[in-house]
């Protein structure tokens, strides 16, 4: 009997130490078929033009200042890439915008972005610091897979203005950049995979390509320590009155 007894907390402490490293380990990976590794504010090549600096980049002082682009901060990164999550929650901060357009990001039925919420106006608005959006919030348990994420855009009048749904980002047009929290000098191909994940997007009202229209942080929530600590106590609890009996 006390043999069994030991197999079953094994068994059950195996299986919340699992537990607690796949949901501690919750991260983001891109999908990068179709997509281009390029810079913000740089520009792609090609038909579209170099492009005015990124003024939320220069506002939160984020990225390497680079020394070939006139020491502006710039950030290395992926353009046409679909964001993939291995399940968990999700921290969304929205973190500034420089647009006309009524930008917002919806993920599991809640929406961040310009106008929303009492927060407004063009030119740049951008959090205080890295460490303050302008606005916030956590999902429900996700699944794993294409997080299911899109960036809405709305002319003054209210009319549509178009958008881009991940799982469908093309690398031309309104679209979105993404780049690793702590990757954003790395060279080709860049990191592919963290936990932390910055979201730019460009609406193309303008016709520029600085991704400085909405941005977006996108972070994965560990299940707290407290948890795992409470799983195992049960378990052991469980143990001990069965030792009891």
Known sequence: MKEIMIRA??????????????VSAASFSLD??????????????????D?????????????FQDPGN??????????????????GKVRVELMGWEAGFNNSFTLDGQTVGKGLNGLSGDSPVVASDVNTPLDEFV??????????????????NGNPAGGVDNGSNPVTGQNFFVAFDGHFADDAPGAT?????????????????????????????????GAVLLLTGLGALAVRRRKAA
């Not at 907390?9 to 796949?22: G, H, I, Q, R």
């Not at 281009?36 to 792609?44: A, V």
């Not at 020491?71 to 999550?85: E, I, K, P, R, S």
């Open 9 to 22: 907390f094994t068994s059950a402490a195996a299986a919340v130490f699992a537990m607690s490293t796949m």
């Open 70 to 87: 006139n020491d502006l901060y710039t950030v290395n990164g992926w353009q046409g890439a679909q964001v993939l999550f291995s399940g």
């Open 51 to 63: 492009t005015p600096s990124n003024a939320i980049l220069e506002e939160l002082q984020l990225g």
């Open 139 to 156: 999902t429900g348990v996700l699944g794993a897979g294409v997080l299911d994420f899109s960036f809405i855009s709305e002319r003054r």
């Open 193 to 225: 995979r963290g936990k932390t994940l910055w979201v730019f997007y460009d609406d193309s009202g303008v016709g520029n390509d600085n991704h400085d229209d909405l941005v977006i942080r996108i972070s994965s929530i560990p299940l707290p320590a």
């Open 32 to 49: 990068l078929t179709g997509a281009e590794f390029t810079s913000i504010p740089g520009g792609l090549e090609g038909d579209q033009a």
